[in-house]
């Protein structure tokens, strides 16, 4: 217990930092070289679909390319990194740069909508997201570095919408006013160097009536593309609008060293992890609390078993075989069905791994706020190098069950990612359609299934030849060849209960942090939550064991010897209370059309399914070692 503490304190003390470690290298720019930021995918937190920049009519250069070094994990959560006329020189103010657009009425329809969904226009420089607010065009107000936000709004309604005609007039953010921070190389004056890198990349975006001048009132967007739905009337024109795009760039020294550039992303922003740090503090305390009290109920009470069983004083009872000793012939018989049971081990060994993997990564630093998709490409290699373990784990179950087949293991292979593969390609086709960006081409879907085909698969096949070519483990005790009666159980212990009630423990445990988890994942902030999610993930886990071996101690207690099943199946509670609270969370998140809802679902459920196979897994084995134990320490004759 001294050393779980520990733990958390360390992991604290991490939170309480920056949260993350800067793993690359410091890049120094030349002044005066040519420099460009790169355009990202639209996003909006009441759309889950990702939209091209340039979806919208924004200007743009005359060859349009994405950029190479983007990653898998990039690819498949939607980024799309451009090119674009933002262009400038390093260290070089840039006072005023311009671009007309001719917007069309389908033209002026697509910002509306985009506006009307609330998308974010979101840009990179030097792998920093744009940080941005809006300006309100009064000199007087100061603007407070919390009250900046990853991107900036398309645009927003203008005025109140007319009562009689029901047309809604809208503006556009078409003057960007970028601020890049700066630094000089350590032990060079400000003055003399001839090298800077970049510490901070911020914006203030203008509805501008004119180019570059942001006091000429907001620019709106022509009349005659505005329609009433409520009563179906529609202004219709060929006309085409003008509209003037301009930004400029202004490079600020900043006595910040290339280490804390990222510190703006997570001490200055407001978000839900450090608004509800003091709860969640107070939460992993009451966690820890309950570990403690069931584990001290848990010894307690096995220690008079102990007492009673093995009290040389007393033959009698020594001899007579009550409670879970009365079942110490039949405990140790292979489960029904085991060959399901290994698969469905084997793959909560592989998913358990590439879990704490990627959390252990996280937490070391490997994921910041400019290191985009590296958590998801990195989980995702670790998930198939892991199938050998899945392959030996199934192996290992099947010679101590008494079986051996193949098609187990290769079953384990394809259970849990081809579930993945199905609602993903579903989804593809939906994203494809709406031109989404995080539809993935030919080269990614093939990236995947050569991964999963060329890599997990002959590993798992390779892990269960291992597993084979081992001697089974031997039980403790010898099983009978004719198998006790059960006797009735209580409706406690029937399957439904099973799968219900204990599960409920666990979620009602970290019910309170679900929601600042989810927040982050939606809104694209994950890395402020690994310590966090750490802590949660070794008292949860610590929670399901305890609750495991209740649920073990007590079925051996009733004369019930069927513990294989049940202490698996004991925690999936847990995954069906988690999807459950994510679809009642959905409907709080005014999710607007039918494919933004299927996403969460798809994303909910498959989210779901790993944490009932994690939990699962975890109680198994939390299982089996506590009957390994209690029978060892018994006396049988």
Known sequence: MRHLYALVLMLSCVWGGEGYVTLTQEKDLKVGENAMIFVNSMRSLSEAVPLDFYSLKYPKPKEVFQDPGENLGQLLMGDKLQNSKYVFKVNQNTTCSTSAVKLGENDVGDFIKAINSKYRVHMMYEMMDLLAVHATNDSNVEVHLSSYRKGFLVGGPYGKKDPDTGIQHYYIHNHIAFYISYNTPSGKAEDDSKMVFVVGFRAEAFSSRKECSPDSGAMILPESSFFAPDKKTKTSTTKTTSIPFSYSVTWVHEDRQWSGRFSD????????????????????????????????????????????????????????????????????RPPDHPNQLAAFVGTGVQITGMAVSGLFFSLIGFVSPGTHGNILMMMIFIYAILAIANGYVCGTLQMTFGVKQWKTPIAAGLLYPGVVFLLWGITECFLAAKHATSAVGFGVLFNLIAQWWGISLPLIVLGASAAYKRPPIAPPIPYRTIARQIPPQSWVFSTYSIILLPGLVTFVAVFMELQVIMQAIWQGRMYLLFSYIAMLTLLAAAIVAEVTIVVTYYTLIYEDYRWWWKSVICNTGMGIYFFTWCIFYMFTLGLGSLLSHWLFLCFAFIVSLAVIMVCGTIGFYSAWWFVTKIYNAIKIE
């Not at 709860?279 to 008079?304: K, P």
């Not at 069983?309 to 012939?329: I, S």
């Open 265 to 332: 992303y997570l001490s200055h922003l407001q978000n839900p992890a450090v608004e509800l740090a003091d709860n969640i503090r107070e939460s992993l305390l009451m966690l820890l609390l309950l570990t403690a009290v069931v584990a001290w109920i848990m010894m307690r009470t096995l220690h008079l078993d102990f007492n009673r069983y093995n009290n040389p004083d007393n033959e009698e009872e020594m001899r007579e075989e009550v409670g879970w000793k009365l079942v110490h012939t039949d405990v140790f």
